[in-house]
């Protein structure tokens, strides 16, 4: 068995792309998706170079009219596999897919969202749902930024709005569409067709972006110094200039860096100190917890080796997030190789993937398989799971704190589940978890986002619609009868400090404690 206690570091390889010269009237691929070649699954299939080959057409020549009206939405498929003209004839050509060449709906790549685009009957559930277009009049909600801009691009080479930088990718209208549209996959794929394509690689805006994006590695370079680096950060005409140059708002506090990381920890600790075969978890930390919150990593580890767990902690990088909200997939993508290579090694070894960070389970889950066609990946998705998500199907955790007595000291918390945890329908179930333990007050502060949204609240442009959003949940926090907050996520406890002053906890830290782990 293979136990893994060092990081591998920031990989330094490109995933440079070339432009298919195959005549098939594909583009530059798109960002981030893998080139032809792989494990593509082509669904949109039209003559070679979009005409009607002669012997097929039983000789017929129609013009190009006919030909273009094969190739677009002015005919339809008959039930007999030929194409119906517009005025009611159909074709006699044959769609035998063995003489036809695919078609992208976005030139280049391997990712065909028309169906789901189809699918989208305008009732307009993920407008009404997400944060941002409720606090910003001028962003044209979820249902553009998906399908309507699909729907454009599929037809004529048309751009991408400017407006999917005001996604948040909060991916509330995933939740909200009962059409299943696989909208935040046509946001990230947008996005990054945007970035890559259209935004000005020596804008503020676009070196401030891919900063945020890649936080993994401003945060290995402040953990070398980190009492060094908390201040500077933090340092008031460093906070100024800061706003200034870069557009990150003075109002945010940065975190502190932790001086002893978890990955450093778990070294000095000597890794795993329980060996259990047949029970055994892969711990993905994630950034934050690894540089700026190492006992979340600590209580999870604890925790599981309580329940007799084996944990292994495999080289890793940042699971995306960031990135994909940026529309930096190609970073993601080079992440995403690391990550899956070694968690399917893990998985091989018997165990399941456990993240304590519900963006980062949502990554692994969902927008790794989306986007990407690594090998593995759908078995890393299969075998993802949110740290207490995984405890509460696997073992009587209710019976187990029961026995443990609860706590001597009262303490009350307020609960926001993040908008990434509702998505994987996790939604409440820190407040399951613990409200008959005893000395334990839970209480559910709403459904409301907190408004950060990972980077979104650090840009200078979106501070005050992130604050905006958040209101509800200040608001719902302060009627609370405890004062410290609870969240699985990261930047959500940044936001509900940020907003209330409150000391935040993440659920694995109150279950340490309450299990005497």
Not at 110 to 127: I, N, P, V, W
Not at 225 to 241: H, V, Y
Not at 266 to 271: D, I, N, S, V
Request: aromatic share 8%.
């Amino acid at each position: 068995m293979t136990r893994h206690t060092e990081d591998d570091g920031d990989a330094g390889d490109s995933n440079e792309t070339t432009e298919p010269t195959d005549g098939c009237g594909r583009g530059e691929p798109a960002p981030g998706v893998p080139e032809a070649g792989r494990d593509e699954r082509p669904s949109v299939f039209v003559p070679d170079g979009g005409e009607v080959p002669e012997a097929e057409a039983g000789g017929r020549d129609d013009g190009p009219a006919a030909d273009d009206r094969a190739a677009t939405d002015g005919g339809v498929e008959s039930a007999s596999g030929g194409t119906e003209s517009a005025t009611g004839g159909t074709d006699s050509a044959e769609l035998d897919p063995d003489a036809y060449d695919p078609v992208d709906v976005f030139p280049g790549g391997d990712l065909d969202l028309r169906e789901g685009a189809d699918s989208c009957y305008k009732c307009t559930s993920c407008d009404t749902s997400c944060p941002v277009a409720e606090v910003d009049d001028e962003f044209p909600g979820p249902k553009f930024q998906g399908p309507e801009q699909w729907r454009l691009k599929r037809k004529e080479d048309h751009d991408i709005d400017e407006s999917i930088t005001s996604c948040s990718n909060c991916m509330r209208c995933d939740d909200a569409c009962p059409s299943s549209v696989p909208l935040s996959q046509m946001h990230n794929e947008a996005r990054g067709q945007y970035v890559e394509r259209q935004m000005e690689k020596l804008s503020v805006e676009y070196i401030r972006n891919r900063i945020l994006a890649n936080y993994r590695t401003s945060a290995s370079l402040a953990s070398m110094f980190p009492r060094t680096a908390s201040f500077a950060m933090n340092f008031g005409p460093a906070r100024w200039a800061m706003e200034k140059a870069m557009g990150i708002p003075k109002e945010r506090d940065f975190p502190e860096f932790a001086t002893e990381t978890f990955r450093e920890w778990w070294k000095a600790r000597g890794g795993a100190q329980v060996e259990n075969p047949d029970k055994r978890v892969a711990y993905f930390h994630g950034c934050y917890s690894n540089y700026n919150t190492p006992e979340v990593g600590k209580a999870m580890v604890r925790v599981y080796e309580h329940f007799g767990y084996e944990v292994m902690v495999p080289p890793q990088k940042c699971s995306g997030t960031p990135m994909f909200a940026n529309g930096m997939l190609k970073d993601a993508r080079r992440h995403a190789e690391t990550n899956v290579e070694n968690l399917v090694e893990a998985i091989g070894e018997g165990a399941d993937v456990i993240a304590s960070c519900t963006s980062c389970s949502m990554s692994l889950r969902q927008e790794y398989p989306e986007l990407f066609d690594l090998h593995g990946i759908e078995d890393l998705a299969e075998h993802t799971f949110e740290a207490l998500e995984y405890l509460r199907i696997h073992e009587d955790l209710e019976g187990e704190l029961e026995a443990a007595g609860g706590l001597d000291d009262e303490r009350a918390f307020a609960y926001h589940a993040p908008c990434h945890a509702r998505n994987q329908g996790l939604s409440r179930q820190a407040v399951e978890t613990f409200r008959d333990v005893d000395g334990v007050t839970m209480e559910d502060v709403g459904d409301s986002c907190s408004g950060i949204s990972g980077t979104y609240g650090w840009k200078e442009e979106k501070y005050e619609k992130s604050m905006k959003i958040g209101e509800e949940m200040f608001e719902h926090m302060e009627d609370a009868e405890g004062e410290v907050g609870m969240t699985e996520c990261p930047t959500c406890a940044m936001q509900m400090e940020h907003g209330t002053g409150y000391e935040i906890e993440h659920p694995l830290q109150l279950l340490e404690d309450t299990l005497g782990a």
